[in-house]
């Protein structure tokens, strides 16, 4: 999960970044930040983003195996 975190962290330095004027003509990352560099591709700015990752029940993505 420290990936996320930080592709997560990352979010607020480009919404500061597009708040300043900069904007990125490519997008490149890697686990967490692939997904992250998709939405934002998509034209899904990087508050919207920090606010669908919030509200993600992570549980449900997993399923307990007990063996």
Same mark, same amino acid.
């Given at each position: ?9 990352? !979010?607020? @330095? @480009?919404?500061? !970044? %597009?708040?300043?004027? /900069?904007?990125?003509?490519?997008? #490149?990352?890697?686990? #967490? ?10 034209? %899904? @700015?990087? $508050?919207? %983003?920090? $606010? %669908?990752? =919030?509200?993600? =029940?992570?549980?449900? /993505? /997993?399923?307990? #195996? /007990?063996?």
């Amino acid at each position: 999960m420290e990936g996320g975190r930080r592709s997560a962290a990352h !979010l607020d @330095m @480009m919404q500061a !970044l %597009i708040e300043q004027g /900069f904007s990125f003509s490519r997008i #490149a990352g890697s686990s #967490a930040g692939i997904i992250i560099g998709a939405l934002y591709c998509q034209g %899904i @700015m990087p $508050k919207e %983003i920090l $606010k %669908i990752l =919030n509200s993600l =029940n992570y549980f449900s /993505f /997993f399923r307990p #195996a /007990f063996n």
